[in-house]
């Protein structure tokens, strides 16, 4: 039978990719694999009734896609508090109580959410901002250590960690390098890059692996330790970092951390740390999580690796507020796993007091782990061709005279007009979090400005209008300028909150845009407040307050806003509509299978009465509502004598009718 076979294949490729790309013990030939994969692409081109999404065939690539679609996360992905040093982990076991911990490397790659339903790989998504991601299903099926179907039907979502190893990193420049293709700065930069891709093929090339590391709903599948999770990972048929140990208490953690701290190097993929975990899923229940991280987990940040360069000439850049921010040249350094040559000196003041000079002999870490920045001058290094850097009075782009900021160490270049100032503003603009105008990146902006065709913001609405002028730029093509004007075209139906951010308003970022667009709902009720009414609204303080008024009392600002309401753009913000019960703020936790409706549809219906959803039941949750075949959450619920509903219950509350 041809379906047999069919299943036959996939099964036994599925178990040689398990076998070489997560034990690292191959069980067949490369010929026997490249005979059997044939073998197999030909029988499903030639059943197309037989096509599954998760066949070890459609891990090669090749679908394009046109953008990736925005997911709201099920549970968000938060970020970790830091630890630097014995004190600080000791602070943390003192916190969290007598307890045991499990010790995991945090692996510098890109966070991924991977969801499975009945056992069968669904979606991947990445982690953006924690509340919403990006859907890379199609490149993260590409990566072969993956489970595409488990060895067991079940349903789970799990977090881990996408990345490129060193030594595939290493080989990916060196072909990038033969192309006359710009390098990547370091690998986690090639896994985002790679994952983001559009053609899947480009992605199946670039060796991508991953390391998987939480289940989201342990306690629901009766696992209760972190430990216990990480060997159901394995039998799952992930692939888990072998760097994890379960240490009894913070003396054994700070002990394998010493350990980890000796072979960080001699690793075969980038680390920013240890992340410290409470084994226990009750006990990490009961502390809980603040806004931004669990109070359950700390990463440990190793010290930075200093290495020393030398400065070969400074330069200044400008940013779109006209702000000049010196940079130094160095001598290439390989530090903290990429090769870094250039640093940030901030300010006139910063290198006056550092006393860097051209030519002198440098020390240099990565600040936060990402930056470099320069520590200090090694004095007794200077001889004769060390240069004092005078700072320049004049703008490097546009000449005009530079204005320092009397209350601070910063100068700007106030010519509103100058070139740098405008290409700088027209790609925050389009910023990914901002408009999000993909392919309208600083050097297209700067390209299309030098043509004529990008002087101003609103220009950006105009260049569907342009296309015969855009195909006579180099890199420009048919499929690239549609690809453009279909970004553009979609940023228009963006909120105000990705509005205001764009506009690079003074001391308004993306949170405070984010405030501001809910509060006045419509971009002329914001043009029209007070001062007065600008500190009523959560997270603007009176800097900021003053920003804001001073920017849509301006005629300029005043006619920007016009124009782009005239060129279509959305002005407003939607307002989610809730609705008041006995639901509204009990933390409630939704299980089993409802008859009239999806549970997508349910979660909806929760948050529209103001309800705070959670994955697991504790002693913390409220209420529990229960369909058919609930399990453990419903056993745990009983257990716990928290209150539980039925589903006629919650239908008659939330009143809702078929």
Known sequence: MTLDRIKYLREKLNQANYDYHVLDQPTISDREYDLDMNELIQLESENPEYFDANSPTQRVGGEISSKFSKVTHKNQLYSLSNAFNEDDLRAFDKRVGSVDYVVELKIDGLAMAVEYENGQFIQAVTRGDGTVGEDVSTNVRTIRSLPLSLKEAVDVQLRGEVFIPRSSFLKLNEQRQENNEVV??????????????????????RSLDAFWYTIVNPLSLGITSQWEAINQ???????????IYHCDTIDEVISRIQELDTIRFDLDFDIDGVVVKVNSFEKQEELGTTVKAPRFAIAYKFPAEIAVSKVMDIHLTVGRTGRITPNAKLTPVSLGGSIVSAATLHNEDYIKTKDIRVNDTVTLHKAGEIIPEIIESLKEHRDESSVVYDFPKHCPVCESELVRDPEAA??????????????ESISHFASRDAMNIEGLG??????????????????????????DEMMTLEKFGTKSID????????????????????????????????????????IENLMNASEADL???????????QSVFDYFNNENNQQLIKSLNEKGLNLSQSVSETKVSLLSNKRVVLTGTLSRMSRNEAKELLELHQAKLSSSVSKNTDLVIAGENAGSKLVRAQELSIEVWDEDRFYQEVNYED
Do not use: M
């Open 184 to 205: 990547f700065a370091n690998a986690r930069n090639a896994a985002a890059g790679s994952i983001r891709q559009l053609d899947s093929k480009i992605t199946a090339s």
């Open 483 to 522: 690809n453009l004007v279909e970004a553009i075209e979609a940023s228009k139906s963006n909120e105000l909150n990705q509005v205001l951010f764009g506009l690079g308003i003074l001391h308004v970022g993306s949170k405070a845009a984010s405030s501001l667009a809910k509060h006045f709902i419509r």
């Open 410 to 423: 910063d100068t700007y270049c106030i010519n509103s007009e100058c070139p740098a100032r405008i290409i």
């Open 535 to 545: 500190l009523e609204v959560d997270d603007i303080g009176k800097i900021t307050a």
């Open 233 to 243: 990972l394995k039998k799952w048929g992930f692939k888990v970092n072998q760097y």
């Open 442 to 467: 600083v050097a297209r902006v700067k390209q299309l400005n030098e043509a004529n065709l990008l002087l101003t913001v609103e220009d950006i609405y105009e260049l569907k209008n342009h296309r």
